[in-house]
């Protein structure tokens, strides 16, 4: 079963139950990718939609420090939420030991010694965590490991 259909079914079971928070939720997402699929004329595979998941949790990350600065903890907690949703549909998050692992790996197959290599260590490792882990969290662990 596509991840496409896994949130169809979880829709029509958030509406039953009346859940309005996963039901917006869900509703958002699934907007999000119909947007992409109707202006690129395609149709998105697993990977493209968990993309678009990682691009979401990461703009409702940067909403929550906004709804800080203007003491909205109504708001705060409700894009947790949100994100607690969201997260159901990725895949499972790799360990910061998992992600050095693999940027250590890395490190030794390219002969990397230096933060000029970084953009090339990145790519590699971006690619093999890819919606595994946020590239944030990656850039660090490399930045530390290079330096």
Known sequence: MSLKDVLMDDLKVAMRDKDKLRKSTITMLRAAIKQIEVDERIELDDAAVIDIIAKQIKQKNNAIEEFRKGERQDLVDMTQEEIKILLTYMPEQLSEEAISEIVDETILKTGA?????????????????????????VADLVKKALS
Do not use: L, Y
């Open 113 to 137: 010694s230096s933060m000029k290599d970084m953009g090339k260590v990145m790519g590699i490792v971006t690619n093999a965590t890819k919606g595994k882990a946020d590239g944030k969290i």
